[in-house]
């Protein structure tokens, strides 16, 4: 195994792993019952999530990479932080909306519905956050792509 592929597997595992501790520990409660409200107050919710979630998946990259030696450089984690934060935010502001297949549904909802979704998700209440997961976790898989390029010098 090249020194790449270790590093994208410890480095999908810290971002996966702090994912999880962000969304359900470090994530408000407030904000998780707001995130997905229209207007402002959704919006704000959201982005406040985003960054403590940003900031723990940057604390694990940080901590994890002087620790284990990962020599990262911080072009690379800066990239693939953000994405995972972009792409964080998309879904989180679909939570509550799963169930809507109008045109006023966040777009990753409609996306959802037209692509065969749609039964699922009015028929079972756990389809939404199961769909939300797996977004979350494949665009985790290609920040942890993106970060663990090419090593430092």
């Known amino acids: 195994m090249s020194n790449t592929a270790a590093r994208f597997a410890a480095v999908y595992a810290l971002l996966a792993a702090s994912?999880?501790?962000?969304?359900?520990?470090?994530?408000?409660?407030?904000?998780?019952?707001?995130?997905?409200?229209?207007?402002?107050?959704?919006?704000?919710?959201?982005?406040?999530?985003?960054?403590?979630?940003?900031?723990?998946?940057?604390l694990a990259l940080g901590l994890a990479g002087k620790y284990l030696g990962l020599r990262l450089t911080w072009q690379r984690a800066a990239a693939g932080?953000?994405?995972?934060?972009?792409?964080?935010?998309?879904?989180?502001?679909?939570?509550?909306?799963?169930?809507?297949?109008?045109?006023?549904?966040?777009?990753?909802v409609r996306f959802a519905h037209r692509t065969g979704k749609g039964q699922w998700l009015t028929r079972d209440p756990g389809a939404g956050?199961?769909?939300?997961?797996?977004?979350h976790k494949a665009w985790i898989a290609a920040a942890a792509v993106i970060t663990a390029g090419p090593a430092k010098p």
């Open 129 to 135: 956050p199961l769909l939300d997961q797996a977004w």
């Open 19 to 58: 994912h999880e501790a962000a969304d359900y520990w470090v994530q408000q409660d407030g904000d998780a019952v707001s995130k997905g409200h229209h207007g402002p107050e959704g919006r704000a919710a959201c982005a406040r999530h985003v960054a403590s979630y940003t900031a723990t998946q940057a």
């Open 81 to 108: 932080l953000a994405v995972s934060a972009v792409t964080h935010y998309v879904a989180d502001r679909c939570a509550g909306h799963w169930r809507e297949a109008d045109d006023n549904a966040p777009a990753l």
